[in-house]
């Protein structure tokens, strides 16, 4: 006899601590994490945020990768796209700054937090 089958009533699952995300926060949430969720583009968003001030340039970027400038770019417009970084064209160079309210938008929706 299964112990659900002995109480009946008895709950299957623990009770919930805290409100889950609603649909509109998941929707909002969802490209954020999906840029996230690449390798390339999770180590960008953390080369970025650890140069002095959370500014690098593009060519800083390429160089710590086997990947060509083309495929950098790329991956860097994604997270650009998801709202996690700011870009600047200075002369030839394009710099990018990490998003730090977007950033701690992502904390707090991971660490359950989040409004």
Known sequence: MSLRAAQPGA???SPLS????????????AP????LGDPVR????S???AHEDG?????????????SQPTISRHLKILHDAGLLEREK???????RAR????????????GSAT
């Not at 995300?21 to 998941?26: C, D, N, Q, T, V």
């Not at 999770?42 to 968003?45: I, T, V």
């Not at 200075?90 to 990018?96: A, P, S």
């Open 32 to 35: 954020a994490l999906k840029a």
């Open 90 to 96: 200075r002369g030839v160079w394009v710099y990018y």
């Open 11 to 13: 709950a299957c699952c």
């Open 47 to 49: 080369l970025i945020a």
């Open 18 to 29: 805290g409100e889950p995300l609603s649909e509109a926060e998941a929707e909002k949430a």
């Open 55 to 67: 500014e690098a340039c593009v060519c800083d970027l390429n160089e710590a990768f086997e990947l």
């Open 100 to 111: 730090t309210e977007a950033l701690g938008g992502v904390a707090a929706l991971i660490s």
């Open 42 to 45: 999770l180590r960008l968003m």
